[in-house]
């Protein structure tokens, strides 16, 4: 593609369908050897307590740093990747470095749960619970400090099948999570059906909220609505601290976003985690000082 911008040749490029068609099946033959290489990682986002600021979880998001085509994000590769059969593959290495973490951290003293983002087709598994159990055995992490997200559209694609499944989950004591509620058809009969704990306000609304006054109705609703069926409620996409502020006066339990921390490496999410704990320790004995 060809355009001129103030008289100077800006040269874009834009992909054809054979082009990505091609993408999309090298991600395919390649995931399994991408993911032995060290192609694939896991980055973690905080999700801490309003209003106290508590670390209480991070969010498992998968990453893909590709040879050729450069960082490819979830939202491209994840679909080539059920497609293909592989879905089971993927959110078994995610859930194992996820557990990895949270038993670290665990061995230092620090109450940290991770959540992992599941897919449709890892509900379609009736063995998906017993593997689940396998893990955490295998890290010797208790339920509480697991949490699966799923899209409510992934829940009603095939909810015979998902249902079960998901009610194993909750009687295991796992944590469950409906994520980007208020995109699909959610209702409030739906949700009472469902075995979750929290609810999870998509972040177009978070992000809007300051600026569309439908969007903070949105936001306000789930809160109360959330609330008035005995759930948590986080808010996702928090990116500005009026943002914050007004979801702390509505009660919302929860805030994840790039106000608070981008999904970080492990490395990184470790010196964060220590910023933050010299931090209020610091702050700590000032208060103990200025007594
Ligand atoms: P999600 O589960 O709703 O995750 C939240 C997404 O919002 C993440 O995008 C995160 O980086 C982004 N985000 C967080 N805070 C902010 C913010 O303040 N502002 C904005 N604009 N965005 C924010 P990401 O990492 O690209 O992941 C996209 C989606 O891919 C996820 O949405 C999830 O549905 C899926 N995904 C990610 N990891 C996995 C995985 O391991 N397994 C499966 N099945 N799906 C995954
Ligand atoms: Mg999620
Ligand atoms: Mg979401
Ligand atoms: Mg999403």
């Known amino acids: 593609v060809r355009a001129t911008r103030g008289g100077e ?5 834009v992909p054809s369908m ?7 099946f090298q991600m395919v033959t390649q995931f399994r050897q991408a993911l032995e290489e060290g192609q694939i990682s896991v ?6 307590s309003l209003p106290s600021k508590q670390v209480l979880g991070v969010e498992a998001l998968v990453r893909w740093q590709h040879p050729e085509f450069g960082r490819l994000d979830p939202d491209e590769f994840v679909p080539a990747v059920e497609a293909a059969g592989l879905i089971g593959v993927l959110t078994g290495f995610v859930l194992e470095q996820s557990l990895i973490r949270v038993r670290k951290w665990m061995d230092e ?3 940290i749960a991770a959540a992992v983002n599941l897919s449709v087709r890892n509900l379609a598994d009736t063995d998906f619970p017993a593997k689940v159990v396998e893990a955490l055995r295998k890290f010797d992490v208790p339920p509480e400090l697991l949490t699966f997200e799923l899209t409510e559209s992934g829940v009603m694609a095939d909810p015979q099948k998902a249902l079960p499944i998901l009610r194993e989950l909750h009687a295991l004591g796992i944590v469950l999570a409906v994520d980007d509620f208020g995109t699909g058809y959610s ?5 009472r059906q469902l075995p979750v704990d929290e609810v999870k306000i998509d972040k177009s609304f978070v992000l809007g909220m300051g600026t569309d006054l439908g969007d903070l109705a949105v936001v306000r609703s789930i809160v109360e609505l959330g609330h008035s069926l005995g ?10 601290d009026i943002a914050r502020d007004q979801l702390e006066a509505m009660g919302c339990d929860v805030a994840q ?5 981008r999904p970080l490496p492990e490395d990184r999410l470790e010196a964060w985690l220590q910023a933050r ?4 320790v610091s702050r700590q004995t000032e208060a103990v000082l200025t007594l």
């Open 257 to 261: 976003g790039y106000l608070i921390s």
């Open 109 to 111: 003293g620090l109450r």
């Open 43 to 48: 980055h973690y986002q905080p999700k801490v």
């Open 9 to 13: 040749e800006v040269r874009g490029y």
């Open 18 to 24: 054979g082009q990505i068609f091609l993408r999309r």
């Open 231 to 240: 759930l948590t409620v986080v808010a996702e996409g928090v990116e500005e």
């Open 277 to 280: 704990t010299a931090r209020s």
């Open 187 to 191: 209702s409030l009969a739906y949700l």
